[in-house]
């Protein structure tokens, strides 16, 4: 990976990139989609990796409760993949939650293997308190969710 290449905290004037790209992912059924509005709303929550003045990956820490929260809307650009971009992210938010004195951090994803290779392990859904199923009915596949569950303790 390029040296130029960091993460930094989203700006408000990168939202429409961001929402473009979590959109696409989400269309391809592989994220659950995110309203505009709610990346505005949220926008505390974003790292972003820049390529020039170009978001090409983000992702998110949403806390969830005093000692939870979600890395949520991770997503790398198809061309700017396998350069551990989502390494970074996923970095990023765990020393995050590490800094805010968050002891588990868990996601809930259709595909778990880059996140078990960052020590996540699954769990059964049913071990997470019901808040975090709060945005599911707006999730195309509720009620048959394809996602699994898997959580870090830090």
Known sequence: MKADIKVDRAKVSDATSMHQMISRFADKGEMLPRALSEIYDDIRDYF???KGSQVIACAALHVTWVDLAEIRSLAVDEKEQNQRIGSLLAQ???EEAKELGIPR???LVRKPAF???HGFQLIDKTELPQKVWAECYRCPKFPNCDEVALIRHL
Do not use: I
Request: hydrophobic fraction near 60%.
């Open 48 to 50: 972003v990796v820049r």
């Open 92 to 94: 990023a938010c765990l």
């Open 105 to 107: 951090v868990f996601c």
């Open 115 to 117: 996140f078990e290779k």
